[in-house]
């Protein structure tokens, strides 16, 4: 049995590592048996949704979903399907969705481009009302959002001139999360 004081340090150490901004990959990794710097990765997709403001045309009506797409190969799996189940983004319920070829990206909000869809990262770049996601595990170029490791942990930047372009608003909490922010 572990002594109250002890519980408690563990409890808040555990608290911080999976729902933390910065958790480490590696200690999640250990503790699912799984990867934890995607797993970390499909929360950050989940929670962005609610740090970024879409344009009014982006939706159909008032109660479509925030769509989050992956485009080619998919290094979440079902992770990121359980982490958007049930949530909501400015009263908005959020789907996950493969998109496998640039048309399936219509309708699309947040567009993770994955290995294999690069060819993605120019051809939707400033497409209206869309938040790109690229990862610095697949491609150098970057996106509305950036994923990187810092210190081994999952951080991003953030192209605010790219948000812009898309008409999107990128909540100042979210700016001061970013690794680095580029504006005009």
Not at 17 to 25: C, D, N
Not at 81 to 98: F, N
Not at 168 to 174: A, E, Q, T, V
């Amino acid at each position: 049995m572990i002594a109250g004081g002890r519980l408690i340090a563990v409890l808040l150490i555990a608290a911080w590592i999976f729902t933390g901004p910065a958790a480490t990959p590696a200690m999640a990794q250990a503790a699912s048996g799984g990867s934890l710097e995607y797993s970390v990765k499909a929360n950050y997709l989940v929670r962005f949704a609610a740090f970024v403001e879409w344009p009014p045309r982006a939706f159909a009506n008032g109660e479509a979903p925030v769509v989050i797409c992956v485009a080619g190969r998919d290094p979440f799996g079902a992770t990121l399907d359980r982490a958007a189940r049930g949530q909501t983004a400015h009263g908005r319920p959020l789907t996950v969705r493969r998109a496998a070829t640039r048309e399936s990206v219509a309708g699309c909000h947040i567009l993770y481009v994955g290995a294999g869809a690069e060819a993605l990262i120019t051809t939707a770049a400033g497409q209206p009302g869309l938040l790109m996601v690229t990862d610095a595990a697949t491609a150098p170029v970057r996106g509305t959002i950036h994923f990187a490791l810092s210190e081994a942990r999952v951080r991003f930047h953030i192209d605010q001139q790219a948000a812009t372009r898309s008409g999107l608003g990128i909540s100042s909490r979210l700016l001061n999360l970013a690794l680095s922010v580029r504006t005009g």
